[in-house]
Nanobody, 121 residues
């Protein structure tokens, strides 16, 4: 019923910028929290940033001051603007959404397939 599709990853040099997008599609009533996570080889998946439906944001320390999460509710899309990228930011970035299926339905989390971000030194 719900699909999350990430885009915008790629190869960038240290100090560069990327803008990731995650678009939700399917049949659902609303999306509550949306967030970005990342996972580097050999590491656990970790939170990068999250954004509520009303626009309240939280950031992991790793991205504070460099990353900005935002969302467009009309487009069911969440973005992650990443500036001053470092090689340590290299990872697969995953979109996550807390989705309410029906007007009285419960919520569940959905994951996108991920988009690769590679930062060269």
């Amino acid at each position: 019923q719900v699909q999350l599709v990430e885009s915008g990853g790629g190869l960038v040099q240290s100090g560069g910028s990327l803008r990731l997008s995650c678009a939700a599609s399917g049949s659902f009533f609303s999306i509550n929290h949306m967030g970005w996570y990342r996972q580097a080889p050999g590491n656990e998946r970790e939170l990068v940033a999250t954004c509520s439906k009303g626009g309240s944001t939280d950031y992991a320390d790793s991205g504070k001051g460099r990353f900005t999460i935002s969302r467009d509710n009309a487009k069911n899309t969440v973005y992650l603007q990443m500036n001053s990228l470092k090689p340590d930011d290299t990872a697969v970035y995953y979109c996550n959404g807390e989705v309410q299926i029906g007007i009285y339905g419960n919520t569940r989390r959905y994951w996108g397939q991920g988009t690769q971000v590679t930062v060269s030194s």
